[in-house]
Structures are given as structure tokens and as C-alpha cells.
């Protein structure tokens, strides 16, 4: 079926480096490629998205790429901060299926 | 307060009892979806539904039941053919290709 598959399951980096978490899809019908941010215990929250007629998406610090041959996306924070550490979740849409990967930890060491 | 609400927060459930996890919406979206979180497995798909009276099996379906009576609420049974449920639960809703909205989760336990 079809799957998401998110890298790397935890990253750590020192505040004010840039962090990059990647995502590959399987299915060539999604067209709608979302990042989620979740704080322990809390719901997650949209941080940025990007739609398949699009190939980049930037919004202050955050920015997505898309590679659709590929199947790629990827999210770039740059410039970290210890209020960024969180688990971050791809995720792609095809028709109304929404796929998750399976999150990243990302911890921004001051 | 617009959203998506989930209730209850937390829910304790004996062996072999059956139990409902209640979603409701009032941002008038068709599309809602329950996900099943476990620690490292990120979010897992379990039902979803496009409009009232129809849904479909996500990933893990086997163990759950969904109905989807009124287009704001989509609530999730977990029956006791779920062998292993202890889990965060989360609803969702969304309007065709945008934003997902999730409900604050509800924390199931098996005592």
C-alpha cells in the first residue's frame, strides 16, 4: 500500500545550525505534501506545506522542497533554536488519504 | 471556539470491553480521520471518511469501527478484537488539499 518513509528518526544539532529532515512517497497520485510540528503531549500543528505544482516554499526560518520525479520533499529549519525541538511529521495526500512518516525528534542543543 | 474536539482526554478500558472515542468538528470540513500513535510509529491510519456515510480502512483497521452519521462527528469504537489498544488516539478533519486540523487526542490505557 501506500507508504510514507521519513529520515531521520532523530537529529540533534547545536543552536543556530540548520537541521534537514527527508521524506520519500509511493504514491504518484499525492498532491499535497504537509509538515507538522508536535510538542510532547500536544496535538501536532501545521508548520508549512507544499502543493505537487510546486517545487520550494519558504516561510521565514522554515522552507520545503519537492522533487515529484523523485518522490522527494525535505524541510529545512535554518538558524535552530532550543523552542524548535519537537517531533516533526511529513506527510502526503492523495484524494483524501492523508500518510504520515514516522516522525523525527529533533533536539537543538543550546 | 471552532475546532475539532475529542473527549475524553484520558479512557481506561478492562479487557474484552468495547469503548467509543468521541469526534466532533464545527469548521463544516467533509473529510475526517482517526490515527492511532505509538511511541516511535509515528502516525498510523486507521479510518477515514470523505462524506456522511461513507468510509473507508486506513493502515490498522482491524480491531476499530467508525460511523459517520452527521458530518460533524466521526467517532471511533475500539472492540476487543483490538488486541493491543493502549495507545494516543487523534482525530482530524480537513477541507480537500489544505490543512489538517487535530483534535487534542485521547489517551487510551488497558488496565
Known amino acids: 500500500g501506500e507508504n510514507v518513509e521519513q529520515h531521520p528518526s532523530t537529529l540533534s544539532v547545536q543552536e543556530g545550525d540548520s537541521a534537514v529532515i527527508k521524506c520519500t512517497y509511493s504514491?504518484?497520485?499525492?498532491?499535497?505534501f504537509p509538515w507538522y510540528k508536535q510538542e510532547l503531549g500536544k496535538r501536532p500543528q501545521l508548520i508549512i506545506d507544499?502543493?505537487?505544482?510546486?517545487g520550494e516554499k519558504k516561510d521565514q526560518r522554515i522552507a520545503v522542497t519537492l522533487n515529484k520525479t523523485a518522490k522527494h520533499f525535505s524541510l529545512h529549519i535554518t538558524e535552530t533554536q532550543p523552542e524548535d525541538s519537537a517531533v516533526y511529521f511529513c506527510?502526503?495526500?492523495?484524494?483524501?488519504?492523508?500518510?504520515f512518516g514516522t516522525g523525527t525528534l529533533l533536539a537543538v542543543q543550546p | 471556539d471552532g475546532g475539532i474536539t475529542q473527549s475524553p482526554k484520558y479512557l481506561f478500558r478492562k479487557e474484552g470491553q468495547n469503548v467509543t472515542l468521541s469526534c466532533e468538528q464545527n469548521?463544516?470540513?467533509?473529510?475526517m480521520y482517526w490515527y492511532r500513535q505509538d511511541p516511535g510509529q509515528g502516525l498510523r491510519l486507521i479510518y477515514y471518511?470523505?462524506?456522511?456515510?461513507?468510509?473507508q480502512k486506513g493502515d490498522i483497521a482491524e480491531g476499530y469501527s467508525v460511523s459517520r452519521e452527521k458530518k460533524e462527528s466521526f467517532p471511533l469504537t475500539v472492540t476487543s478484537a483490538q488486541k493491543n489498544p493502549t495507545a494516543f488516539y487523534l482525530c482530524?478533519?480537513?477541507?480537500?488539499?489544505?490543512?489538517?486540523?487535530f483534535g487534542q487526542g485521547t489517551r487510551l490505557t488497558v488496565v
Open positions: 482530524a478533519s480537513t477541507l480537500s488539499a489544505t490543512e489538517a486540523f
Open positions: 504514491d504518484s497520485a499525492s498532491n499535497y
Open positions: 507544499i502543493r505537487s505544482n510546486v
Open positions: 506527510a502526503a495526500k492523495a484524494r483524501i488519504k492523508l500518510i
Open positions: 469548521l463544516n470540513h467533509d473529510a
Open positions: 471518511s470523505q462524506i456522511v456515510n461513507d468510509f
